[in-house]
């Protein structure tokens, strides 16, 4: 039987008088990689940042492993494994790749296993390996990317929060992230994709909605939204 990771109930979410999310509801089961789509103000990101806790849900319910975090404060949802790897990666520039990866575990009090999740991160990611002593300021988009997974897996998530990993990455670079999130889900972390890049969030996802002006407009599981006529016409080109 699976297990229900995370469920939104009619969450609705406002800036001022903008209403970004108008009752949206849509859950994710352990093991899954779920996909959110849509265009550009879909309200993709602010999905996103309401599960976390940096938005305010204005109404609905947030039910993380059963429980209801809605109103929890960002850091206990993080401490419960709810992991937010935000769009533009957020790593601290003027701090070297080792220390960002450390900041992921800070509240880890047990040092062997700090040690043991960086050399994990180490190993998905070598180039961070070879660079930890580096300012992240100098990484590349595509290594600041990993720096920001790598950070997220130092606090050894069960779910996983992706806004737009693949941005402004060269394809072979997307390619990379696309496996690294594939290794990651068959590790058995849980991961709500966010992309832009439909084909790409559709042959990796098990399952799919579509957001439109803060509403879901469109669900299934991932092959049938790839031969999806509207979808296709809107996200993936024809
Ligand atoms: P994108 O891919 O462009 O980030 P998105 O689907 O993630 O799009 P959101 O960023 O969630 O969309 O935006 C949803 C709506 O909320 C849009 O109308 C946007 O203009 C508005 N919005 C987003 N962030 C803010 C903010 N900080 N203040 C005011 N309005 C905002």
Do not use: C, W
């Not at 969450?11 to 949206?24: D, K, P, Q």
């Amino acid at each position: 039987m699976s297990e229900t990771v995370l469920e939104l109930e009619n969450v609705t979410a406002r800036y001022g008088r903008i209403e970004a999310l108008r009752s949206i509801s849509f859950s994710v089961q352990a093991g899954q990689i779920v996909t959110l789509l849509g265009s550009n103000g879909a309200g993709k990101s602010t999905t996103l940042r309401t599960i976390s806790g940096l938005v305010q849900a204005s109404g609905g319910t947030i039910r993380f492993m059963g429980e209801d975090i809605t109103r929890m404060p960002s850091h206990d949802i993080v401490a419960r494994g709810l992991i937010h790897v935000p769009e533009g990666r957020r790593i601290f520039k003027g701090m070297s790749i080792r220390e960002n990866l450390e900041l992921g575990s800070f509240t880890l009090k047990d040092d062997t296993e700090r040690r043991r999740r960086m050399e994990h991160v180490f190993e998905i990611f070598p180039v961070l390996h070879e660079r930890q002593h580096r300012d992240a300021a100098l990484l590349s988009g595509g290594e600041q990317q990993m720096l920001a997974m790598g950070r997220a897996l130092m606090t050894s998530p069960r779910l996983l929060l992706l806004d737009e990993p693949s941005m402004g990455l060269a394809p072979f670079l997307v390619r990379e992230i696309m496996r690294i999130v594939e290794r990651l889900n068959s590790e058995g972390v849980t991961i709500l994709l966010v992309e832009q890049n439909a084909k790409m969030a559709l042959k990796l996802a098990d399952y799919g909605y579509v957001l439109e002006t803060g509403e879901i407009v469109i669900e299934g599981d991932a092959p049938t939204l790839r031969e999806d006529e509207n979808i296709v016409k809107a996200y993936l080109g024809t």
